[in-house]
């Protein structure tokens, strides 16, 4: 594991680079983790190397005046992954501890929208998301897509002002796209749920038939 940090006094960013062995439910690790100390988001890359390693850079909304204050602050986030990868952590205490402290969602509007596109890529099927952005959305997101058996091989992480657009590379477990047009309507259904539009009701039913 390793990580670097720079900060950005003039454009409010700090980015926090992290390198790690790949596996399936990385990404939402890193993003849990971020979401847990109370970081907010603004941007992300992140990218698979061929031998097997993640290079995940995370632009973060930079919280304090000055930079030492700041670059403390984001290796406290990167020892904080360091520990949930060795198994020192677990990232569901952690983000329950960061429920308790999250206060209410201002009162914003964005229509919520899922594009599922396997025309843009050869290999993989892209997964656009937009939405109202919030602490915790990136974890939320990448969570289930874990727990729908989609491997994650890059994402693109982006916000304006308060609408979220992140568009995920994803394959199945096989390395294979996700042709099932019944398989694609439970990954939207079960996205439109982590953005709060999906009615209780739609819900169990596409999980049902998925």
Not at 86 to 107: D, P
Not at 135 to 148: A, H, W
């Amino acid at each position: 594991f390793g990580s670097s940090v720079t900060t950005d006094a003039f454009t409010a960013i700090t980015e926090l680079s992290l390198f790690a062995p790949n596996h399936p439910r990385l990404l939402a690790l890193f993003a849990g983790a971020c979401a847990a100390t109370g970081a907010n988001i603004s941007g992300a890359h992140i990218s698979t190397t061929r031998d097997g390693f993640a290079l995940d850079t995370f632009l973060l909304a930079r919280e304090f005046d000055q930079d030492e204050d700041e670059l403390r602050r984001a290796r406290r986030i990167s020892e904080s992954i360091e520990k949930l990868l060795k198994g020192e952590q677990r990232l569901a205490a952690l983000m329950a501890k960061r429920r308790e402290r999250r206060g209410r969602i201002g009162a914003f509007k964005v229509a919520p929208e899922v594009l599922i596109d396997n025309a843009v890529s050869q290999q993989f099927t892209v997964i656009e998301v937009a939405g109202l952005d919030r602490p915790g959305l990136l974890f939320e997101l990448t969570n289930t897509l874990s727990d729908l058996n989609l491997d994650i091989t890059s994402a693109h992480i982006t916000t304006f002002g308060e609408k979220a657009v992140d568009v995920f590379y994803v394959t199945d477990l096989t390395n294979k796209k996700i042709t099932s047009p019944q398989r694609q309507k439970t990954i939207r259904q079960r996205l439109l749920e982590v953005l709060g539009e999906t009615p209780p009701a739609e819900t169990a039913a596409a999980r049902q038939s998925g």
